[in-house]
Nanobody
Framework: QVQLVESGGGLVHPGGSLRLSCAASESIFSILRMGWYRQAPGKQRELVAAIVSGGITNYADSVKGRFTISRDNAKNTVSLQMNSLKPEDTALYYC??????????WGQGTQVTVSS
């Protein structure tokens, strides 16, 4: 199965930026969709951003214009650039990979805390 390892989380002040990275254990060239989800305490996991193999992206309304997802098939990585962070962005962020015929794979998560 695909192993996903996230990095780049941390504590940041409101208005600050963070860049999350997700490294896959195998080539992501054939993986249909890579994405980032988040889960805040007491809330359901929600989609933050996703990118399909053709490069089309989609974002949660709450992060549009602030977050940017990208994938590097040569390096088998997916990144999430997060700007203008808000306290409500605080959550555990998970990397996700969906491959036709194999299903969903998840990383362990990386904590993002936005606080003054």
């Amino acid at each position: 199965q695909v192993q996903l390892v996230e990095s780049g989380g941390g504590l940041v002040h409101p208005g600050g930026s963070l860049r999350l990275s997700c490294a896959a254990s195998e080539s992501i060239f054939s993986i249909l969709r890579m994405g980032w989800y988040r889960q805040a305490p007491g809330k359901q996991r929600e989609l933050v951003a996703a990118i399909v193999s053709g490069g089309i992206t989609n974002y949660a309304d709450s992060v549009k214009g602030r977050f940017t997802i990208s994938r590097d098939n040569a390096k088998n990585t997916v990144s999430l650039q997060m700007n203008s962070l808000k306290p409500e962005d605080t959550a555990l962020y998970y990397c996700n990979a969906y491959q036709v015929g194999r299903g969903n794979f998840w990383g362990q998560g990386t904590q993002v805390t936005v606080s003054s």
